[in-house]
């Protein structure tokens, strides 16, 4: 951690973090915590973990607060360095009172936080009850041909391969991650015939009542829509992934998921342009009524869960493009509304003289966003303008560094390690995932050599 502190806390840079809890497989809550700053070697934002811990006993907000407070105090952070947190959502983190952002608010009341939108467009995944059950029993379908005996798995694949099927097995799904079963129905999809006649032959109790499903038009329906969907959905959530993505960048993504779902909602009842599942499996009269009402409470449930963040529209324009900003006041609106510390007299003089400048307005078009608003646009001339834009930029959109880390904490922490200690995980972790590289000739000129007498 000597290199994050060497680069971050000369200067008391401003610091964004991102907060997540998971057990390992000793069943022990581990908390998870990544820190994200400016980067003043490099001349850019890093992402780095700041620290693990193990929540001894409870996982209340209180005890997540406490942790955090200890690693940022370690780290010589204070409260108010710290400019935004994201979480997963759960009840222990945003709790009105008691959640630990509540908590880390009393300490800075400027403190932006935000639920992972990550976990939020999963949550926004709902399903009627309906249409749970043709999921469920779509997954024991799968189970039952899978994971029921290896010889029956091996005679499903040879039957697949002798009926020169597009696929030569079916997915599993993946239990924590609902939208990994939109994986596995597409797959299914694919030699849904060959699987009704498989079921046909093996002649069973237990294979009987899957055969009949797959003979039920109207399931069958709600399982093309479903295919179609989730695939919209599992499309959206790889956008929202990886490393380096800024909170502007993720919400531009949303918004125009939101967009995507009025069209959809219209294609529905059209040509099925987007749906061809449907298209493909809904002939003649098509009642899609219940397809369009599970779209419409995707609308309603997208719009109260995005809508809330406190980044408008005219902050991410200032990020993505500033020469774009028409309504000066209302831009100077929003950004006193979310940062508190803002004046809004002379914000709208910078973004003025900044969309009158010829010169930055061609930097603009030929750099990134962050090399533009780091390396381009002069502090001493736009103060205000950068401020906000380096609180922006460094703000994590999402917990995905953290959900990251947890895959690697399971990798090195296995059933055949699971006495590995609490400080042990902890420092590989921090070895497998730092972005940092040693300084090996600082190393080696402060080595003392011993020479043999």
């Known amino acids: 951690m000597s290199a994050v502190a060497e680069t971050l806390f000369e200067g008391k840079h401003s610091v964004a973090l991102a907060v997540d809890e998971s057990t390992d497989v000793s069943d022990n809550a581990q908390l998870l915590v990544y820190i994200r700053f400016f980067n003043k070697d490099k001349k850019e934002f890093s992402e780095d973990l700041l620290g693990v811990t193990p929540l001894q006993t409870s996982t209340r907000g209180e005890d997540i607060y406490l942790a955090i407070k200890e690693m940022l105090m370690k780290r010589g952070i204070e409260p108010k360095q710290v400019v935004s947190i994201t979480t997963d959502g759960a009840p222990a983190m945003v709790g009105r009172e008691k959640g630990a952002v509540a908590r880390m608010k ?18 926004c995944s709902t399903l009627s009850d309906e249409y749970a059950e043709v999921m469920n029993t779509m997954m024991r379908m799968i189970n039952f041909l899978r994971a029921s005996s290896s010889h029956q798995h091996h005679m499903l694949r040879e039957f697949l391969k002798e009926a020169d099927a597009n696929a030569d097995d079916l997915l599993l799904h993946n239990n924590v991650r609902w939208l990994s079963k939109g994986r596995v129905l ?4 694919t030699i849904q015939r060959e699987i009704a006649a498989f079921l046909a032959q093996l002649k069973s109790q237990k294979a009987t009542p899957f055969a009949l499903f797959l003979e039920d038009e109207k399931k069958m329906d709600i399982v093309a829509f479903l295919v179609d969907i989730t695939s919209h959905l599992n499309e959206l959530n790889i956008k929202l992934q990886g490393k380096d993505n800024s909170v502007c960048d993720l919400m531009t993504t ?3 998921f939101q967009k995507k779902l009025e ?13 061809p599942t449907v298209q493909e499996q809904v002939h003649g009269e098509r009642d899609v009524s219940s397809f369009v ?3 419409d409470k995707l609308i309603v449930n ?12 005219q902050l991410t324009l200032l990020i993505k493009n500033p020469f774009l900003i028409m309504d000066v006041r209302g831009f100077s609106k929003e950004v006193t509304q979310c940062f508190k510390w803002a004046n809004a007299g002379p914000l709208q003089m910078q973004l003025v003289d900044l969309q009158a400048d010829v010169a930055l307005k061609e930097h603009f078009g030929g750099t990134d966003l962050a090399t533009f608003w780091l390396q381009m646009v002069p502090e001493t001339v736009f103060p205000g303008l950068r401020k906000v834009a380096m609180y922006i930029l460094t703000m994590f959109g999402s917990t995905y560094s ?7 904490m399971n990798i090195i922490k296995t059933k055949y390690r699971s006495r590995l200690t609490n400080e042990h995980l902890h420092m590989c972790m921090r070895m497998a995932l730092t972005p940092f590289q040693p300084r090996f000739k600082i190393l080696a000129g402060q080595a003392t050599a011993h020479f043999s007498h």
């Open 186 to 189: 597409e797959c299914f999809w």
């Open 254 to 256: 949303v918004c125009a």
């Open 293 to 295: 009402d599970f779209v």
């Open 302 to 313: 997208f719009s109260k869960r995005f809508d809330s963040f406190s980044l408008g529209q």
């Open 106 to 123: 009393e300490d800075n009341p400027e403190l932006i936080s935000y639920h992972c939108i990550i976990h939020q467009s999963v949550l």
């Open 263 to 275: 069209v959809f909602k219209e294609d529905l009842q059209g040509d099925c342009l987007h749906f």
């Open 402 to 408: 953290c959900e990251a880390a947890f895959s690697t």
